[in-house]
């Protein structure tokens, strides 16, 4: 991604979105795992 990117191609709006939805899942997955931490069960 250089300095005059068109930031409104297919393919940006593609990596912008990913990017966006890789972020919505990592948020996820850490306020779960600070949540359920202490819930973990034990065989």
């Known amino acids: ?25 990592k948020a996820r997955i850490a306020a779960g795992s600070a949540a359920s931490s202490g819930s973990k069960k034990t065989k």
Not at 1 to 24: E, I, L, V
């Open 1 to 25: 991604m250089g300095k005059r990117d068109n930031r409104k191609t297919q393919k940006m709006r593609r990596r912008k979105s990913w990017k966006r939805m890789k972020a919505r899942i």
